[in-house]
């Protein structure tokens, strides 16, 4: 391996890098793996954002507020991996002496800007990505007077309330406020009085956990309430795996940055961090758009000639209704519900027809249940 010129340079200077350190030691790099994950991540992300809205709009032509708060995710998230990709090659995540004895006073501050700008751009995507799922979470289940509202906005109240901090402490990270965040050895560290890096981002890390915690922790609850059979559950947790990969992601990251702030060698563990980073995003993203390429799916499996088995064709709503009523009388008023919405296959009248239920009735089956029965009365079916 070559030694780069920078680093040539830097020991063409007499004195400048401690005798101690070798060229090769310096060269060392682990750029190129974190560069081809972020891409590759982003990349999948995005086109299953889109694949989402493209589903809501051609197959549903439907366009809710999460539907918006997901599309507004994407330029946010693009920004960021594009500085992320920047501030890898600038040598962020190279050994700290890399940083301390190549790079100059200027560049270095160039680094600490993009990395402030690139985190506030990195949690205001987290946010705006968690309400769309709190979003989408309220559109698909239908429902009247339960707990459930009061759990959503509850959760998005703790979103709001969680985020407010997290910006606040990038921002006012030092006094007098400034998008530098000094090492020791640089001529403005002493100009400002600064938190320590690690520990604003080890408190944003854990409130970004918990706050995962809280968004996937509501499809768990709902699946695990449903009144359906048991490969029906199994098949709705499938849809879950990646808001379980999230958290996994989440946990990861706040060990990259115990690391990257209490570890000799900080930077070093930069790279993996961007990298996981761009990966919380991805995975959140992806998490939230896999339930929405439902439509797509459908219409794939009727243009291609497949069909549906008319056991699953026919079968009732889901619903999550009062703990002291049984399935069969949930199952018995549903049909019956159901029955009358039959006479003008309108979800909207149904909803409103049963305004008063406890029952929570997921939106996917209620919009199939019309479908059915607008084929049924074209096709002149009795």
């Known amino acids: 391996m070559g030694i780069p010129p920078d680093i040539q340079a830097a020991y063409a200077t007499p004195g400048k890098v401690p005798a101690a350190i070798t060229p090769e030691y310096l060269a060392e790099n682990r750029d190129r793996a974190p560069i081809i994950a972020i891409i590759i991540i982003g990349v999948f992300a995005i086109l299953l954002a889109f694949l989402r809205n493209y589903a809501r709009i051609s197959v549903i032509k439907e366009f ?5 708060l997901a599309l507004l995710t994407i330029p946010i ?23 301390q004895y190549v790079l100059d006073n200027h560049e270095t501050n ?7 700008i690139a985190h506030l751009l990195y949690t205001t995507a987290l946010f705006v990505c968690r309400l769309s799922g709190l979003a989408f979470y309220k559109r698909i289940v239908t429902v009247s007077s339960s707990k459930f509202t009061i759990a959503i906005w509850a959760a998005t109240a703790f979103l709001i309330a969680g985020f407010l ?29 600064c938190l320590q890096w690690g520990l604003v981002y080890s408190v944003n890390s854990s409130v970004s956990l918990i706050c ?13 309430r449903l009144q359906a ?19 996994i992601i989440s946990c990861v990251r706040l060990d990259l940055v115990i690391k990257g702030q209490w570890q000799t060698d900080q930077a070093w563990w930069y790279n993996p961090m961007l990298a996981v980073e761009n990966a919380e995003i991805g995975g959140t993203i992806i998490a939230l758009a896999v339930p929405g390429l439902q439509p797509l799916f459908v219409r794939w499996i009727s243009t291609s000639g497949l069909s549906i088995s008319k056991s699953g064709a026919n079968s009732s709503p889901i619903s999550l209704g009062s703990r002291g009523k049984s399935q069969s009388d949930h199952r018995l008023g549903s049909a019956k519900r159901y029955e009358r919405a039959e006479s003008d296959d309108s979800v909207t009248a149904f909803k409103a027809r049963n305004k008063d239920s406890d029952d929570i009735f997921l939106e996917s089956d209620l919009s199939e249940y019309s479908a059915a029965m607008l084929t049924r009365k074209r096709e002149h079916i009795p």
């Open 212 to 224: 995962d915690l809280i968004l996937f922790a509501i499809p768990v609850v709902i699946i695990s």
């Open 77 to 99: 998230y693009i920004a960021f991996i594009v500085l992320c990709i920047i501030l890898i090659n600038l040598g962020s995540g190279r050994h700290i002496e890399y940083i």
């Open 64 to 68: 809710g507020i999460d539907d918006a």
């Open 165 to 193: 901090p997290q910006i606040l402490l990038l921002i006012f990270h030092c006094y007098p406020v400034t998008g530098l965040w000094p090492y020791a050895w640089q001529s403005t560290s002493n100009d400002y009085k």
């Open 229 to 247: 059979s048991r490969r029906r559950k199994w098949i709705l947790s499938l849809i879950l795996f990646p808001g379980v990969l999230v958290i």
């Open 110 to 116: 160039v680094t600490e800007i993009l990395d402030f």
